[in-house]
């Protein structure tokens, strides 16, 4: 797509970083390792907005298979921002996505412009924080991810997300720097969580559990894992009442909120077993 020397073309593995960094000028605090494991969820699926030869635009487009697709790191550089450029790599995303149920995260503020494009709200989601450290549950239930089968936890990750997303969590789970737990109970992977280093602090997501106890389980096995000097992040989807129990009863704070929003039919998705959103830009 080419408009007045404007072009929207795939990013290549080594330009998603700079998306990344840009994440980072905007304050979304991505994390340290984040573009490598956002590429293998689908190579394809990075776009980047060229002007007059300069990189000014980028939006991940991600396929999750034939029916569902997710939106996000839609940004724009300051200086180019008001010319419409945003609008034409996201009719580029949209169009990378036709015929699937498409979902991103937007800021309240820009529910309004998404609506446009016939996006519908689902529900709000919300960012806690809170401190590393404290004691770890002698819960024996709770144990190194890496020690479950690989097979285990993807058919668990495949009942909690809308669609497979096997090449992504075999990276997600395994970075150097992160951490991953799951509680396993009579060999039966009951939940599992992963926490990642990002510019400030840490961040657990997903966090995924049949039941709160589960949950706060991994989670205190989580923090417990860094220094209570460490800023950790929990971004959970407000309609599990639950998790906000969970995220309250740690000492954690309410920050800011999005929303998720489907321009098609919204996926059945298990929220009350969702106490961690995996990250707003791959849903």
């Given at each position: 797509m080419e408009i007045d020397g404007y072009i929207v073309r795939e990013m290549s593995e080594g330009e998603v970083s700079l998306a990344i960094e840009w994440a980072a000028e905007e304050g979304w605090n991505p994390g340290?390792?984040?573009?490598?494991?956002?590429?293998?969820?689908?190579?394809?699926?990075?776009?980047?907005?060229?002007?007059?030869?300069?990189?000014?635009s980028s939006l991940s487009a991600v396929s999750y298979g034939p029916d569902f697709g997710f939106l996000g790191l839609f940004i724009v550089n300051p200086a180019f921002r008001g010319h419409g450029l945003g609008q034409?790599?996201?009719?580029?995303?949209?169009?990378?996505?036709?015929?699937?149920?498409?979902?991103?995260?937007?800021?309240?503020?820009?529910?309004?412009?998404?609506?446009?494009?016939?996006?519908?709200?689902?529900?709000?989601?919300?960012?806690?924080?809170?401190?590393?450290?404290?004691?770890?549950?002698?819960?024996?239930?709770?144990?190194?991810?890496?020690?479950?089968?690989?097979?285990?936890?993807?058919?668990?990750?495949?009942?909690?997300?809308?669609?497979?997303?096997?090449?992504?969590?075999?990276?997600?789970?395994?970075?150097?720097?992160?951490?991953?737990?799951?509680?396993?109970?009579?060999?039966?992977?009951?939940?599992?969580?992963?926490?990642?280093?990002?510019?400030?602090?840490?961040?657990?997501?997903?966090?995924?559990?049949?039941?709160?106890?589960?949950?706060?389980?991994?989670?205190?096995?989580?923090?417990?894992?860094?220094?209570?000097?460490?800023?950790?992040?929990?971004?959970?989807?407000?309609?599990?009442?639950?998790?906000?129990?969970?995220?309250?009863?740690?000492?954690?704070?309410?920050?800011?909120?999005?929303?998720?929003?489907?321009?098609?039919?919204?996926?059945?998705?298990?929220?009350?077993?969702?106490?961690?959103?995996?990250?707003?830009?791959?849903?």
């Amino acid at each position: 797509m080419e408009i007045d020397g404007y072009i929207v073309r795939e990013m290549s593995e080594g330009e998603v970083s700079l998306a990344i960094e840009w994440a980072a000028e905007e304050g979304w605090n991505p994390g340290v390792r984040d573009s490598d494991c956002l590429y293998a969820a689908d190579p394809h699926g990075f776009l980047v907005g060229i002007y007059d030869g300069l990189p000014v635009s980028s939006l991940s487009a991600v396929s999750y298979g034939p029916d569902f697709g997710f939106l996000g790191l839609f940004i724009v550089n300051p200086a180019f921002r008001g010319h419409g450029l945003g609008q034409e790599i996201f009719r580029a995303g949209l169009a990378r996505l036709d015929g699937k149920v498409v979902g991103l995260d937007a800021v309240l503020e820009q529910e309004k412009p998404y609506s446009r494009w016939g996006f519908e709200r689902a529900h709000l989601n919300v960012r806690y924080q809170g401190w590393g450290g404290k004691s770890r549950p002698a819960s024996t239930e709770v144990v190194a991810l890496s020690k479950v089968p690989l097979d285990e936890i993807l058919a668990y990750d495949d009942g909690l997300f809308p669609a497979a997303r096997h090449e992504f969590v075999r990276c997600w789970i395994s970075r150097p720097g992160s951490n991953a737990l799951a509680f396993v109970d009579d060999g039966e992977i009951l939940g599992y969580g992963v926490m990642r280093p990002c510019r400030l602090g840490y961040k657990i997501g997903p966090l995924f559990a049949d039941a709160y106890e589960v949950a706060l389980a991994i989670f205190q096995g989580l923090r417990s894992l860094i220094s209570e000097t460490e800023p950790v992040f929990l971004d959970l989807p407000l309609p599990n009442g639950p998790a906000v129990e969970l995220a309250q009863s740690v000492g954690m704070v309410q920050g800011f909120q999005t929303v998720r929003m489907y321009n098609g039919k919204p996926p059945d998705t298990p929220l009350d077993r969702w106490f961690g959103v995996t990250s707003f830009g791959l849903g």
